[in-house]
């Protein structure tokens, strides 16, 4: 049996199974294959031609981190415009929007204050409360983040920071 059939390759956390025989490359990396760019045919050694397919999906893989790093920054750079133009309405906003009212960020204030004199035990369950906490705010804000990234793609003209005004100026988190 051919050594290559029925390989696998790892893949991030998966693994897949091909069935086929493939072609060892290091073999052939001289030979010339046809490719299309930008609808002209060229010939091209096989070698230039996987090395072009690396660079474009790392190229891609890394234009969409670059995007999703913008788009957070939109979104933290509007939040901070908010606060700069009118601290109270944002901080209202954004505190309706997380389901905390100001008492209880004062509450919380006061919480770490109490918390050293707490014992070891009662410290670890507060611990976790707030570390669940934490994560369910983070998957919120995650929710949000990808809500304005669709409408961003649907609607070309859809712009963050005067929704995040109109909203603060209407009072609503919807």
């Known amino acids: 049996m051919d050594p290559n059939f029925g390989t696998t390759e790892d893949v991030g956390m998966e693994t897949q199974v091909f069935d086929t025989p493939y072609l060892e490359t290091e073999n052939y990396a001289n030979h010339v294959v046809k490719v299309k760019l930008d609808g002209e045919e060229l010939q091209v050694p096989l070698s230039e031609a996987l090395a072009g397919y690396q660079r474009q999906a790392d190229y891609t893989r890394k234009t969409q981190e670059l995007a999703e790093q913008r788009n957070q920054m939109q979104y933290a750079a509007t939040i901070q415009a908010a606060l700069e133009r009118d601290p109270e309405a944002t901080i209202d906003l954004l505190a309706r929007h997380y389901n905390i009212s100001r008492a209880q960020a004062a509450a919380v204030a006061d919480e770490v204050d109490d918390f050293q004199s707490l014992d070891p035990q009662e410290q670890?369950?507060?611990?976790?409360?707030?570390?669940?906490?934490?994560?369910?705010?983070?998957?919120?804000?995650?929710?949000?983040?990808?809500?304005?990234?669709?409408?961003?793609?649907?609607?070309?003209?859809?712009?963050?920071?005067?929704?995040?005004?109109t909203a603060l100026r209407l009072g609503t988190t919807i």
């Not at 669940?132 to 963050?160: C, G, H, I, N, T």
């Open 124 to 165: 670890k369950m507060r611990e976790l409360d707030r570390r669940v906490a934490s994560f369910e705010e983070y998957q919120s804000q995650l929710e949000v983040e990808k809500e304005v990234q669709r409408l961003q793609q649907r609607y070309s003209d859809f712009d963050v920071p005067t929704v995040v005004q």
